[in-house]
């Protein structure tokens, strides 16, 4: 049931699934952090309109194997973070692949959770975080029971398929830019909200370097 504010106006109840594998590898591609805080207003905070009911986040962790321990606590430690931060968090543990990666496909638990959570809490709108054309077909279940499926994704890298699936496209690509430009290797967790906001500022490249001098 829609909630009223102040002016009698009928607020949406918003369920929002973020596959996180999908959006940090956006967010690499990118050159830029994630500051999960901002993304959370930006789709469902109180300036859209809505309410959130939840937001659930759906990860993949490194193999609890001793090669990937390191990378697999600090995988940890951001899980942890977004709990913390009220986030709903789902995790599942992935297997050794080739060439020194791994896999952790969370779509099916995705997938299976959006419908349940649906039936049960009976949102207005839901917002799937992804760009993975294999929801397609989720969007398009949840919009024949009467849900409005939203998609938020960098427009400019969704395909047709998902695209047409949703009742519309929420590009992230303008919050992108908002945030601190990182280095690589500091966006492996996925977010630089535990990150100082100084340190942010260290890692900063410089807007001009000036050229190297010429051998003589």
Known sequence: MRRKNIEGTQRSRVLVLVDESNVGSSVRTAGRGLDWLKLREFLAGPNTGRDLIEMVVYAGLPPAIPTWQEERDKKNKFMHWLRSNGFMVVTKDGAPAEEGHYKANVDVMMAIDALELSIEM?????????????????????????????????????????????????????????????????????????????????????????PAPRPL
């Not at 009976?122 to 992804?130: F, G, S």
């Not at 695209?163 to 303008?174: C, F, H, M, Q």
């Open 122 to 210: 009976r949102p207005d709108v839901v917002i799937l975080v992804t760009g993975d054309a294999d929801f397609a077909y989720l969007a398009i279940k949840l919009r024949r029971h009467g849900i409005r499926v939203e998609v938020a994704s960098v427009a400019a890298n969704l395909g047709n398929i998902l695209r047409s699936a949703a009742n519309e496209v929420i590009d992230l690509a303008p919050l992108f830019r908002t945030f601190e430009i990182m280095q690589v290797r500091d966006t492996a967790a996925g977010t630089d909200a535990t990150t100082p906001r100084r340190q942010q500022q260290r890692r900063r490249p410089p807007r001009f370097r000036p």
